[in-house]
């Protein structure tokens, strides 16, 4: 297979020198990861030509951070070498590492989260990479590299013939050594430039096309194979060797615009029997995926989040049997998930599964339908019905007992949905509920205004969850289900928007909460002292608190979050 050659060949790269012996450091191991804190003329020159400056080369910043990256085995190298991709200072999400790695076989094992965490502390402890902290979560998971890193990382990456890049650092498809295509805004050069340097790419060598800034990229890659009377469909055919088909948007900001004129472009899938990731996550005008999509039986991760106009799912998903994660949240006019997704018996994590009064109706997917998916440890659910979960649903949630990740957005009227704070689109306040609070017009045409009914103290959802993240709970007290007694293993809980008034029930008032991390957001009406919390959650360590009106004696800080001393 031409993936396995290639890593073959760059393990050879790798164990080949590329400098000079006369260039070698004499650094000890202290100094040698210290190196981000020195101060060398040399690094204030263009940043992004010095991967070209022969001074920056002989540099002692250059010469450490190779010593250091030729420490790190085979995989580890490869890992860090994805981030030559990521433009200067943009800040990459772990979860597109995370898919990136699996996609290009670099993590693939039961652990894969695990496996990518341990990864991810060695390339920072090597100072390689820095975390992204952010005030309202404990542990960062976005990452950035420092621009003078980011230059030797780019002529490292040219070295192993992973990519290559133009004058200023920008990935180019020049090379003939090179497996992976990138669609780029004809903003730094002419639209011929960047036809020429890429009219003569064989689609069977293609191991990964990434669409890197392009808002149309149907249309960008139209224009390139018109040079060579090709047409999208056919060229897509012969992409017969892909791993990793990335033509969504991967940016941390919800601001960049990306959309197709038709999907016609997918059907030319049908032979990509080795493609493991495939992104069209926040492009427009997506209504629908053609079948060609079922026949990637090789796929692990299909990302549609953010597909605002996508409204089905091909009925031959339960052909994907190999896939592990299936993202499609935040895609407000999906009615209903085919059955065939009860079959996917490898399936980890499930974001947006749909549950309420879908013109599906008994054709859709249903809770009790997902029991046979041992492996499924992440959930979330979206659902037009306040009297979710009912006592079958409860039933077939306890039943799932590998989950240890649930969510759960009620649908809302418009009048009374949580407000959104400008600017954050698909930020972390926003978070992969937000579709639960900005309800579109379908949506808010099923959603129901029926009495509460009362949940049997006998049922609970899954006894070892560690987080729940709950959106516009329509509960003044907690339900049966969300006492601490049913919820032994619960670590990190999350509520966004809803009526919930307090988390202690006045008949079970003295149970304790396991939780760490609690997020409350956007509760008007939570009451709930600052005393009666702490009694409550013994073992929280931090709290996070925002426009909730009630809660001024909590003693968070300016920004509303407060951690134990």
Known sequence: MLSALENHVMKLRFHIPSLPSDMASTSSDVRRYTWKKQSNSVVDEKLPILHMNHKFLRSSVFTELQEAFEELNTKLKHCLLCFAVVPENEIVKRRLLIDWWVGERLVDSPATEEVADEILMELMAKGFIEPVKQRHKLVADRFKMQPRVRCVVIMLAQDAGLFDYDFNGNPTANSSLCSRLFLLKAEDGSLEQILSSSRNFDPEKLQTLFNFNEPFPDWRLESLLKVNNDNIVDWFSKMKNVNVLYLGRWQSSGEHHIE?????????????????????????????????????????????????????????????????????????????????????????????????????????????????????????????????????????????????????????????????????????????????????????????????????????????????????????LSPNWLIPRKLKSLKKLYIRGGELESLVQTQKGNDEWTVKILHLKYLDKFNMDWEALHKSFPNLIFLEKFKCGNLTSYRCDSYGVWQKP
């Open 260 to 476: 197709v004129e038709s999907i016609d472009f997918l059907k030319g899938l049908m032979n990509m029997k080795y493609l493991r990731l495939l992104s069209l996550q926040g492009i427009s005008r997506i209504n629908e995926l053609p079948k060609s999509v079922c026949k990637l039986t090789n796929l692990r991760i299909l990302d549609l989040k953010a597909c605002h106009n996508l409204e089905e799912l091909p009925d031959g998903v339960d052909l994907l049997r190999q896939l592990t994660r299936l993202d499609i949240s935040e895609c407000y006019l999906l009615d209903g998930i085919p059955k065939g997704l009860a079959h996917l018996s490898k399936l980890e994590v499930l974001k947006g599964f749909l549950i309420g009064n879908l013109k599906s109706g008994g054709r859709s997917c249903t809770l009790e339908d997902l029991i046979g998916l041992e492996r499924l440890s992440n959930l979330s659910i979206n659902t037009s019905s306040r009297d979710f979960p009912t006592e079958e649903e409860l039933h077939a949630l306890s039943k799932l007992e590998a989950l240890r990740k649930l969510g759960i957005a009620w649908g809302m009227k418009q009048e009374n949905a949580v407000p959104k704070p400008a600017g954050t689109a698909n930020s972390d306040n926003s978070g992969q509920y937000a579709g639960a609070s900005r309800p579109t017009r379908r949506l808010s045409k099923r959603i129901l205004s029926l009495p509460k009914t009362r949940d049997p103290e006998t049922l609970e959802l899954p006894t070892k969850l560690e987080k729940l993240k709950l959106q516009c709970l329509p509960h003044r």
